[in-house]
């Protein structure tokens, strides 16, 4: 297995757009400012809260590139670039190396999905056309498939495979991928991030950063450095938050969380649409709580 590509919090960060739908590049610059003034380990650009799935081709790459270009090395750049359709990922991935990203976070193929024998199939086809190293993302719940603890074994023998970013909520089957496969562990999770730590995580790919990224850094640096005493601490005292952000579908409450502090992040794209009254009743009650709100 190769290096760590981080340790700590990497902010997924989100992606925003204008009153008219397009890319705000200068509001994405504020965002990676703020976000490296307040401590994250890393930034990951067209992930799921980045709303990669409604980006053109033209815009995924530019805000690729010019996540890379802002941050110049100062922390990691992790690119999402992974696709349902193996060879549009490879393209996408191969541009993405090019423009300079540290590593890739490639999501399971979704929708047509494929079988474990498939997965591993499909992961090796993107190792074998680069050479830079990449993150798999389990999220089930988005994508309709569980990659199994015996199909994660497989998937460490690619030498590119550095990492899994789990987000399946089972934290019994990330216990058995530390106990068994020789590869670095991020929960995909903001209220699993001490859980997964605890039995060997490395850090979490994170929603809760776009938010507090100070807070969610030391609580990755506190289980690092075995103070899970203060991790625990952190961990209970943004539970409501790290659930209001997930009180309708991903990336709207966290769009809605930075808005409503002032960032201007803009909305999301269909079929995306404005956060429900219930919903933003509970985001702004948890952002209150903390003294988020402007």
Known sequence: MSNTIFTGACVALVTPFNDDYSVNYNKLEELIEFQIANGTDAICACGTTGEASTLTLEEHDEVIKRTIEIVNGRVPVVAGTGSNDTAYGIATSQRAQQMGADALLLVTPYYNKTSQSGLVKHYQAMADSMDI???????????????TPATVKELSKIPNVVAIKEASDNVGQVSQIAA?????IYSGCDD???????????????VLSNVIPKETHEMAAACLSGDFARARELQLGYFDL????????????????LNLMGFNVGPCRAPLYEITPAALETLKAALDAHGLLK
């Open 192 to 206: 699993l991030i001490v859980p997964i730590m605890s039995v060997g995580g490395k850090g979490v790919i994170s």
């Open 180 to 184: 068994t496969c020789d590869i670095d």
């Open 133 to 147: 190293p990449f993150i798999v993302y389990n999220v089930p719940g988005r994508t309709g498939m569980n990659i």
């Open 242 to 257: 790290c659930k209001a952000l997930f009180a309708d579908v991903n990336p709207v409450p966290v769009k809605a969380a």
